[in-house]
Structures are given as C-alpha cells and as structure tokens.
C-alpha cells in the first residue's frame, strides 16, 4: 500500500459539485478524481492538449470574426447603396419648405429610432432577416414585400 500524505485545499462551490458529480459518476473518491486531474495536468503532454484547446477556440474565434467583417462589409455597402440612391432621387427643396421638412425629418428619425430599439430588444438582426428574405426567393417564394 502507498503513502499519502494529506493536504486540505478550498474550492469554489461550483467546482467542488462538478468534482463530487464526476466521483459519483465514476463510483470514486473525490481524491481519486482530484488526485487524477493533478496527474494530468502535470504530465508532459498536458501542455500539447492544453495547446490544441487554444487552437481550437482561437479558430472558432476566427471563423467568427471572419464573419462579423462580412456582416460589416455587407452593411457598409448597403448603407452606401442606399445613400447613393437617396441622393440620386431626392430634389432639392425651396428655402420656404426647409423649416418644415426639418420637423418632419425629425420627427421620421425618432420613429425610426423607436423601430431600431425595438428590432434591437427582439435580436433578430437585419442580416438574418436579409438571408431569410434571399432563401425565400431563392427557393421560390416571394418572401416579405
């Protein structure tokens, strides 16, 4: 039989009910499963497994920025789309209708406002509802007018 020698350390409250769950699991000690994990992360090969985790999370990390700069691509180009448009169409006014297009330019942007904070709130974001709308038409339907 092998000496031990005993040693009382703390845990957080979360971590000791993931290693009492594991020991209950594997019908051990909760030493048996301390004591292996300790094994482990000092074994020569724990630093190449602890590397293959980080390269694994830095990948899905880059998978996801890659495609956060197509989304801000996306809207960069329509936003630019949509204010070349804006300017191509829109007629100057006469100075004696400035003052009251102004109050209804405001008035349209603090609607417009209120719809953008209710979008924000529900999650559903314009580049979902974009692809939903290309997959409908796509496949055939005519999608949201």
Same mark, same amino acid.
């Given at each position: 039989?092998?000496?031990?020698?005993?040693?009382?350390?703390?845990?957080?409250?979360?971590? !000791?009910?993931? %290693?009492? &769950?594991?020991?209950?699991? =594997?019908?051990?000690?909760?030493? /048996?499963?301390?004591?292996?994990? @300790? *094994?482990?992360?000092?074994?020569?090969?724990?630093?190449?497994? !602890?590397?293959? %985790?980080? &390269?694994?999370?830095?990948? =899905?990390?880059?998978?996801?920025? /890659?495609?956060?700069?197509?989304? @801000? *691509?996306?809207?960069?180009?329509?936003?630019?789309?949509?204010?070349?448009?804006?300017?191509?169409?829109?007629?100057?006014?006469?100075?004696?209708?400035?003052?009251?297009?102004?109050?209804?330019? @405001?008035?349209?942007?603090?609607?417009?406002?209120?719809?953008?904070?209710?979008?924000?709130?529900?999650?559903?974001?314009?580049?979902?509802?974009?692809?939903?709308?290309?997959?409908?038409?796509?496949?055939?339907?005519?999608?949201?007018?």
């Amino acid at each position: 039989m092998s000496s031990k020698t005993r040693m009382n350390v703390y845990f957080e409250p979360e971590l !000791l009910k993931q %290693v009492e &769950a594991l020991a209950l699991r =594997r019908n051990v000690s909760k030493s /048996a499963v301390i004591e292996a994990a @300790v *094994a482990s992360f000092l074994s020569a090969d724990a630093s190449e497994r !602890l590397e293959a %985790v980080f &390269a694994r999370r830095m990948d =899905r990390i880059d998978r996801q920025i /890659a495609g956060m700069d197509e989304d @801000v *691509a996306i809207m960069g180009e329509t936003l630019a789309l949509f204010i070349r448009f804006w300017l191509t169409v829109t007629p100057p006014l006469p100075d004696s209708a400035q003052v009251s297009a102004r109050a209804k330019g @405001v008035e349209r942007f603090e609607r417009f406002l209120q719809s953008l904070g209710r979008k924000l709130a529900t999650g559903d974001r314009f580049l979902r509802e974009l692809s939903r709308d290309i997959d409908t038409r796509r496949n055939g339907g005519e999608g949201p007018q």
